[in-house]
RNA sequence: UGGGGUGUGGCCAAGCGGUAAGGCAUCGGCCUUUGGAGCCGAGAUUCGUAGGUUCGAAUCCUACCGCCCCAGCCA
């Protein structure tokens, strides 16, 4: 099924919201927000969680901010805050003038610590790290309360502004919730809301040196930019109570509904950010963009298209249940949308010399080739041929095997667009390595078809010797060697499964004449191999390509189920 | 062992008391100037397990089992 012929069924979330806007619940408005910590790239579970949000907003004729939960100056960088807008916006959503972060609302989360302090809700509690995990009992056991509980407000106030005013170090005073230390929900054992914490952050500089946390902020930040569906992560179920909390007692204009769902794991690869970051710090990849990382900047790179995540985002499903998305699925959304798009190529990766003996020694031809079959509309293009091509090394075989419809001594084949040929002879060098094939072709077959219905099996690609462009081709495969390192043995590190040939550089590829003029980002799909895509380093005098997606390989598979014979 | 979630084919996922959608993957077949694409077909007697309610249960009840999350002054 084509992607945009897809029609999304309902989900948990959207089966919510209706019945809101059925109940005139908010006045039946919808307004999500996609709330990232700049902490690290974006990946392709962000991606749904970003389709989610914005999607449902456009879905119901809503709005979706953007917010950047800014709380934690140590950890974040507005490198990640730059490369996070350009990846929301790559992927095709607009924030319009609704750009916010956490930290412009610094003053108002402080004015609310007041209230909540004024009206005994909260207290100042000198209890170092290492008691507070002491008093916050444990699983079973109920927690003790701190000897800082029953701290007045005008005490707690005082020292909560001189907090703010800096007259204690790191770390001497907390600011917390006063709720319930035997509560059954960690949670709810009085949590902090803010800590003193000497670190230059991105936005406010050194304004600060009280810190706001994280399930304190992001309940105000929603009922603030007025939020009807606050959607997160499984991980936050835990944490509702206290949102709601935290709402209950505050005069804040609104009181969103938090909504979780489960994230995205998928096979072969990695999804933490604390992962990713560890591969791109000691250089496992190249970069946050490489084309290996399930990144949206390594996804782009290697030439995945916005449509296809938006696509996969929606084919995924959004559910409670945990799981594990198979990499097939990412891979044939890709296909999907670059099959009726992307131009079809020639392109030799590992090229085989072919002498046509009986094709005039001078001569070039002209011959015109579709440029996508799947669409007329995309036109034709003129592809010279001559005397001496290339065709791909595994297209010829000296003993072929069982089903083998590729070129063979004695065999003919066709080459697509051009004719069809027969191999006379196979040339080696001193050393054994066929060097050269000796063949001869059939005039009549021009363009690839003869009038006698002759049967020929295997179609080739190919380029004219002389008019192909060299270039380098990165053949990228999975970043693991296997499908979840969790279901492997226990006391192994991710890292011991990556998979050593996830890059595969080829050099002097051959391809033809009129790639010369693609430039970073283009795709194509190479006939017969799959969609590749100019890649960044590329220039015109040193062409680069990366691999996206091989196309689907019967003959792979043949070859594979023979071999586990 | 406290609390919160969740169990539907290999992987996702609909289903919400009327007799198991759909997609990916897999396997057949057709077609093909990409072993691509496309087309057709196959597969859960069964919904974690065991009981119960009901004319009827994946859907309701009970018990049990499995898996995930929570003891950061991270998000």
């Not at 794991?265 to 970069?287: F, H, P, Q």
Request: net charge negative; with cysteine.
């Amino acid at each position: 099924m084509a992607a945009e012929d897809f029609t999304p069924g309902l989900n948990f979330i959207r089966t919510i919201i209706e019945a809101d806007i059925k109940a005139a619940k908010n006045g039946g408005r919808v307004h999500t927000r996609f709330p990232p910590e700049p902490n690290g790239y974006l990946h392709i579970g962000h991606a749904k969680s970003i389709c989610l949000n914005f999607g449902l907003a456009a879905e119901y004729r809503g709005l979706c901010n953007l917010r950047f939960d800014d709380t934690n100056p140590g950890k974040e960088d507005v490198e990640y805050v730059d490369s996070i807008m350009a990846d929301v916006r790559w992927l095709g959503f607009d924030w319009q003038d609704r750009l916010y972060y956490a930290s412009d609302y610094f003053e108002q989360l402080y004015q609310f610590a007041l209230h909540l302090i004024r009206t005994g809700k909260a207290y100042v509690c000198a209890l170092t790290a290492d008691q507070m995990r002491e008093y916050r009992g444990t699983l079973t056991d109920p927690g003790k309360n701190s000897p800082c509980r029953d701290r007045s407000p005008e005490e707690s106030l005082d020292l909560f502004q001189r907090m703010r005013a800096g007259e204690f170090p790191d770390g001497a005073y907390v600011l917390r919730a006063r709720i319930d230390m035997a509560s059954p929900n960690l949670n709810m054992r009085d949590p902090v809301l803010y800590r003193i914490r000497r670190e230059s952050h991105h936005r406010t500089g050194d304004r600060w040196c009280i810190y706001p946390m994280y399930d304190y902020t992001h309940p105000i930040s929603d009922a603030l930019e007025g939020i009807t569906h606050s959607i997160c992560t499984l991980e936050f179920e835990d944490h509702r109570p206290f949102y709601d909390w935290v709402l209950d007692q505050l005069p804040v204009p609104c009181h969103p509904q938090q909504i979780e769902f489960a994230r995205l794991n998928l096979s072969y690869t990695v999804m933490s950010k604390r992962k990713l970051l560890e591969l791109v710090d000691k250089a496992y990849v190249r970069g946050w963009d490489d084309p290996r990382l399930p990144t949206i900047a390594g996804l782009r790179r290697r030439g995945y298209t916005p449509e296809a995540i938006r696509y996969f985002a929606e084919l995924v499903g959004v559910a409670k249940r945990e799981s594990m998305v198979d990499m097939a699925l990412l891979e044939h959304c890709l296909r999907e949308d670059l099959n009726r798009r992307a131009r079809r190529v020639m392109a030799v990766l590992r090229p085989l010399k072919v002498v046509i003996t009986n094709y005039p020694e001078h001569q070039v031809e002209e011959l015109a080739a579709e440029n996508n079959p799947e669409d007329p509309g995309m036109g034709t293009r003129k592809l010279p041929f001559s005397r001496e091509i290339y065709i791909e090394q595994d297209d010829f075989r000296e003993d072929p095997p069982k089903k083998f419809f590729r070129l063979s001594p004695g065999k003919e084949i066709r080459l697509k667009h051009a004719y069809y040929i027969r191999c006379d002879q196979v040339v080696k060098d001193t050393s054994g390595n066929i060097s050269e094939l000796r063949c001869s072709y059939d005039p009549d077959s021009r363009g690839g078809g003869t009038q006698d219905g002759r049967k020929v099996l295997g179609t080739s690609h190919w380029v004219s010797a002389a008019h192909a462009v060299d270039a380098e081709v990165r053949l990228y495969d999975k970043l693991l060697s296997v499908p979840d390192p969790a279901d492997e043995k226990e006391g192994k590190d991710f890292k011991e499964y990556l998979n050593p040939v996830s890059l595969e550089i080829v050099k002097g590829c051959k391809l033809e004449p009129g790639l010369a003029a693609a430039s970073p980002g283009d795709r194509f799909q190479f006939l017969r191999q799959g969609y590749f895509c100019v890649d960044s380093d590329s220039s015109p005098e040193q062409l680069v390509f990366n691999r996206a997606v091989t196309l689907r390989d019967s003959w792979a598979k043949i070859e594979k189920a023979r071999q586990n014979k």
